[in-house]
């Protein structure tokens, strides 16, 4: 089996521009979860549905 993983982008989080960052790239495994090392946001593992 493979492993799924997702990429996601992070930038902070919109209106707050102390938590502004430049933009990164994340991955996420599948049932897992990652945190920004920026801004702390959490991105959790979502199944696209086509
Ligand atoms: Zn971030």
Redesign the pocket.
């Known amino acids: 089996m493979r492993d799924k993983v997702i990429k996601v982008v992070?930038?902070?989080?919109g209106n707050n521009q102390v938590a502004q960052?430049p933009r990164?790239y994340l991955q996420v495994q599948e049932n897992s979860e990652v945190t920004?090392p920026?801004?702390g946001?959490e991105f959790v593992y979502e199944p696209s549905e086509c």
Do not use: F, L
């Open positions: 992070c930038e902070g989080q960052h990164i920004c920026y801004c946001k």
